[in-house]
């Protein structure tokens, strides 16, 4: 296996600090959150919103077979 070549940098030393401090807020900043899953069915009016578009072209686009759904109970859910 061959090594590829290494490339370096030069920075001048106070945007190197500037970088170091960024990275440091960021670190922190991101230290506190928790991520969650995004929820993989969503409602017709749900899916409409994030689409950009109203809950009854949703309903032709199922009826035509355009988006995949489900039933939980009686509410048709769509995949995101």
């Keep these: 296996?061959?090594?590829?070549?290494?490339?370096?940098a030069l920075i001048e030393a106070d945007l190197m600090q500037q970088m170091a401090e960024r990275l440091e807020?960021?670190?922190?900043?991101?230290?506190?959150?928790?991520?969650?899953p995004r929820e993989?069915?969503?409602?017709?009016?749900d899916y409409a919103a994030l689409v950009?578009?109203?809950?009854r072209?949703?309903?032709?686009?199922?009826?035509?077979g355009r988006v995949e759904t489900k039933r939980a109970g009686s509410v048709v859910m769509v995949r995101r």
């Design 52 to 55: 950009g578009r109203s809950p």
């Design 40 to 45: 993989e069915w969503l409602t017709v009016v």
């Design 25 to 36: 807020r960021i670190e922190r900043a991101l230290a506190g959150v928790q991520m969650q």
């Design 57 to 64: 072209t949703v309903r032709k686009w199922i009826d035509a």
């Design 1 to 8: 296996m061959t090594q590829q070549p290494r490339t370096f």
